[in-house]
């Protein structure tokens, strides 16, 4: 079935640097790919998102790269800062079989101060 | 806050029971969504109704069902619970259930004793 998987798990970074975190999905038919962050105790929020016929996008800090072809995206968060700290979630949707958004395991990301 | 209303928060009940969770989604939206978010782990999607349809079905236990109600609200019913559905479940809405973003809900936090 679909699949989506986020690496990495943990990822703890110094304040100021960039974080990078990688996702991989197994439905080439998915068409849109959102990233949710989700503060502790909080519901996930959307981030940025990118649909399959971009291969960049960004948004002041946070960038987000698609390579269709591999089947795979990442999100870059520059000069990260202590409330960047949270889980992020990357999601592929659509795909076939019903429209479904299908989403990572997570990356918990501690930003150092 | 998202638009999305969750009911109950909290919800506590024995092994065995059922319980219903409602949804409301934002005003406008036509698509629900049901995940379920058990402790330090992912999103797992459960199901998602377009204007009162089922349209996609992900993990969802034959224990569990859904609905879409012709106001839009959405109700997960739970039954024959057991220690390991304790998790919090989120209800997500979007305008059509396309390529867009999902709003969440707050979450209903379902333990299970």
């Known amino acids: 079935g679909e699949n989506v998987e986020q690496h990495p798990s943990t990822l703890s970074v110094q304040e100021g640097d960039s974080a990078v975190i990688k996702c991989t999905y197994s439905?080439?038919?998915?068409?849109?790919f959102p990233w949710y962050k989700q503060e502790l105790g909080k519901r996930p929020q959307l981030i940025i998102d990118?649909?399959?016929?971009?291969g960049e996008k960004k948004d002041q800090r946070i960038a987000v790269t698609l390579n269709k072809t591999a089947k795979h995206f990442s999100l870059h968060i520059t000069e990260t800062q202590p409330e960047d700290s949270a889980v992020y979630f990357c999601a592929a949707s659509g795909g076939t079989g019903g429209f479904k958004t299908i989403f990572g395991a997570g990356t918990r990301l501690f930003v150092k101060a | 806050d998202s638009g999305v209303t969750q009911t109950p928060k909290h919800l506590i009940t024995a092994t065995g029971q059922r319980v219903t969770l409602r949804c409301s989604p934002r005003?406008?939206?036509?698509?629900v969504y049901w995940y379920q978010q058990s402790l330090d782990q992912g999103l797992q999607f459960l199901i998602h109704?377009?204007?009162?349809?089922?349209?996609a079905k992900g993990n969802i236990l034959e224990r569990f069902s859904a609905q879409q109600f012709p106001d839009l609200h959405s109700e997960l019913n739970l039954s024959s619970l057991e220690l390991g559905d304790s998790a919090l479940y989120f209800c997500?809405?979007?305008?059509?259930?396309?390529?867009?973003?999902?709003?969440f809900g707050q979450g209903t936090r379902l333990t299970v004793v």
């Open positions: 997500a809405s979007s305008v059509s259930g396309g390529a867009e973003e999902a709003f």
């Open positions: 109704y377009y204007n009162g349809e089922e349209r």
């Open positions: 990118i649909r399959s016929n971009v």
């Open positions: 439905d080439s038919a998915s068409n849109y």
């Open positions: 005003s406008g939206d036509l698509s």
